[in-house]
């Protein structure tokens, strides 16, 4: 069984800034990929960032220049620094990992965290 769990959302006026985690733990081999996504009210979740295996990145042009994803591998961790927010950043951030256990890939969501963009 693998667990991603978030943390690091919260309320910030718009220009700020909000670091968000994102820890895996369980049954893990090797991670192949991961990454964050979004979800605000009313629309289809979408990909922010993400970080596939080595140091390649992805990120969505809405968020290109301001968010910056990275990986702490000796701790199962994926960050995503957030900076000059606008109120349109306002959505459940969800961390999303693709990891093989030993025996075949799994594809997991973490349980979203709210992140809030006063204008």
């Known amino acids: 069984q693998v667990q991603l769990v978030e943390s690091g959302g919260g309320l910030v006026q718009a220009g700020g800034s909000l670091r968000l985690s994102c820890a895996a733990s369980?049954?893990?081999?090797?991670?192949?990929?991961m990454g964050w996504y979004r979800q605000a009210p009313g629309k289809q979740r979408e990909l922010v960032a993400t970080?596939?295996?080595?140091?390649?990145?992805n990120y969505a042009d809405s968020v290109k220049g301001r968010f910056t994803i990275s990986r702490d591998n000796a701790k199962n961790t994926v960050y995503l620094q957030m900076n000059a927010l606008k109120p349109e950043d306002t959505a459940v951030y969800y961390c999303n990992a693709i990891i093989y256990n030993g025996h075949y890939d799994g594809y997991y969501w973490g349980q979203g965290t709210q992140v809030t963009v006063s204008s």
């Open positions: 970080m596939p295996s080595g140091s390649s990145t």
């Open positions: 369980g049954s893990i081999f090797r991670i192949n990929a």
